[in-house]
């Protein structure tokens, strides 16, 4: 390897190195955010509900088009 290519090694490693540190402080700024965590929460909870709604409380039958017309 020449010199040159161990240089842009060394800064290639060294911009990975600062991006990673960005984007923990930004993870740290977002999360002391009160509102922002709260909202993340709660939007948390309503895709988990929706993705988790067929398994929790299955629909009957009657709900997919079957109609039963001797019961009606």
């Known amino acids: 390897m020449t010199v040159k290519q161990d240089t842009l090694k060394k800064i290639a490693k060294e911009v990975a190195a600062e991006q990673r540190q960005v984007k923990w402080f930004l993870l740290?700024?977002?999360?002391?955010?009160?509102?922002?965590?709260?909202?993340l929460i709660l939007l948390t909870i309503t895709l988990s509900a929706t993705l988790l709604a067929?398994?929790?409380?299955?629909?009957?039958?009657q709900g997919m088009g079957a109609v039963n017309l001797e019961h009606r």
Request: net charge positive; proline share 20%; no cysteine.
């Open 28 to 39: 740290r700024l977002f999360l002391k955010r009160k509102p922002a965590f709260l909202t």
């Open 54 to 61: 067929p398994w929790v409380a299955p629909y009957p039958d």
